[in-house]
């Protein structure tokens, strides 16, 4: 039975653990924060000072805080993508139920390694799926299950990563290189397969995929830019990715990768780009994650989506067509309707328009806060298959990503069930 008062530690105490703490140290009735690992002191200090709790322990690693009996009912795995398998595997056998962050795992056989042993140990694990907990994907699927739409049919999406985003993250930053995170699709694109499995509700039985890295690449750097924005470009006033921005209106993206981004002064933070992958020039960098890349779905239940992922758009765009009527939503419904959804039925060619405050919550369109407030109750229920965003259901559109990256890279076009069988599953 779940206790009245889950405890949580965590594995990894960056950006998004922070995050997390944050909003559980809110709900004191529901949370208590007793432990986190991290190699960093001060992040270690920034995890105690959130965490409200005078008798937080710190560890210097997994295997420090591991070696200890059990010492709360859930561990948060939020170390960088290539150590969730090894970090969620050794936590399971400690003992802990888990809230990991995604990708699940950096490879398919991993990701339903874990499955397994997870099943095995009758372990519960929730993956940070978060849009599945925002306003506006819940609103979605009400809108779906109300049957105004009639059978879904044909579905559109688009997740514009948006320009200086791909730059920070995937051409600078941590999942530039997808051969030691994760190919863009999982990295990024993991939230857009799992809604849209979640939303078509219906396996998906087979795939296809182009894309590539289209601009940030060696051929299109302007004339004379040299390695760093920091040694004298020439077209730096004008470039869209001058590192310099991190100084002044891109400020707020140090927060997640540079502890003393508050304080520091800009000399400081100047030198700092001197050496650090972000100081880089976005056409001279070791990238290989793609900047766009298309994926086309084909579901049990008849049902086909295209799905479009690009740097150069920004925020998702969803469309579905049912057999009674079709919902729009996204930057272009917003700018022309001047609300977040339109749904129009096709009998009485009626239109209704749906406006979600997305600030409210926060982080995620809400998707963070609307996670950790469901926390709790996901974690009793009685079956652990019935958790919104359990593993099981995680897999499942993992095993989506990853065959949309193999079709990518092989140009074929990939049978679902053959591929999770190829990998073990
Ligand atoms: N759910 C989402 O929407 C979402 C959004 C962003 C990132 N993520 C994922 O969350 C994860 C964490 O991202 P982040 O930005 O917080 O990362 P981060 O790099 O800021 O933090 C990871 C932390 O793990 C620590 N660490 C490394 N090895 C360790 C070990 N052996 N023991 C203990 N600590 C160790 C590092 O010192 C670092 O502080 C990533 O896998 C990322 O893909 C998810």
Request: charged share 25%.
């Amino acid at each position: 039975m779940t206790p009245q008062r889950l405890k949580l530690a965590a594995i990894g105490c960056g950006s998004r653990t922070f995050i997390y703490f944050e909003l559980a140290a809110k709900q004191p009735e529901l949370y208590e924060i007793v432990a986190a690992a991290d190699h960093s002191p001060a992040r270690l200090a920034k995890a105690r000072a959130l965490s409200q709790n005078p008798a937080f322990r710190e560890f210097h690693d997994d295997v420090a805080i591991l070696a200890e009996p059990k010492l709360a009912d859930l561990m948060i795995i939020a170390t960088q993508d290539a150590f969730h398998f090894g970090h969620a595997s050794a936590a399971l056998r400690k003992g802990y139920d888990l809230l990991l962050e995604k990708p699940i795992s950096t490879n398919l056989r991993d990701v339903l390694a874990l499955e397994k042993l997870a099943r095995d140990l009758g372990r519960r694990v929730t993956v940070c799926h978060v849009l599945r907990y925002t306003p506006f994907y819940r609103k979605v699927k009400a809108i779906i299950a109300s049957g105004v739409l009639g059978e879904i049919v044909s579905v559109e999406a688009t997740e514009g990563v948006e320009p200086w985003h791909q730059s920070h993250s995937f051409v600078r930053g941590h999942w530039s290189v997808m051969e030691k995170s994760t190919p863009m699709i999982i990295a990024k694109s993991c939230h857009d397969m799992d809604i849209l499995s979640w939303l078509i509700d219906s396996p998906c039985t087979a795939l296809g995929s182009f894309g590539g890295i289209q601009h940030f690449r060696a051929e299109k750097a302007p004339a004379g830019a040299p390695q760093r924005c920091t040694d004298g470009c020439p077209v730096g006033d004008t470039c869209l990715y001058n590192a310099h921005r991190y100084l002044g209106d891109q400020k707020r993206w140090l927060d997640v990768i540079y502890d003393r981004a508050k304080t520091a002064t800009d000399a400081e933070i100047t030198d700092w780009l001197r050496t650090s992958p972000w100081g880089r020039c976005v056409y001279h960098c070791d990238n290989t994650a793609v900047d766009h890349q298309t994926v086309n779905l084909n579901f049990a239940s008849g049902a086909t989506c295209t799905f479009t992922m690009t740097a150069f758009s920004e925020g998702r765009d969803l469309a579905i067509f049912g057999t009674k009527g079709r919902l729009l939503s996204g930057e272009r419904v917003k700018k022309t309707a001047g609300c977040d959804l339109v749904v129009e039925v096709f009998a009485t060619r009626k239109l209704e328009r749906i406006t979600i405050d997305l600030e409210k919550d926060g982080g995620h369109g809400g998707g963070d806060a609307g996670l950790i407030r469901a926390l709790h109750a996901e974690m009793s229920k009685p079956r652990p298959e019935d958790m919104e965003s359990s593993l099981q259901k995680s897999v499942e559109s993992h095993v989506m990503g990853f065959a949309a990256e193999e079709s990518r890279r092989t140009g074929r076009t990939l049978d679902l069930a053959e591929f999770r069988q190829a990998y073990g599953g």
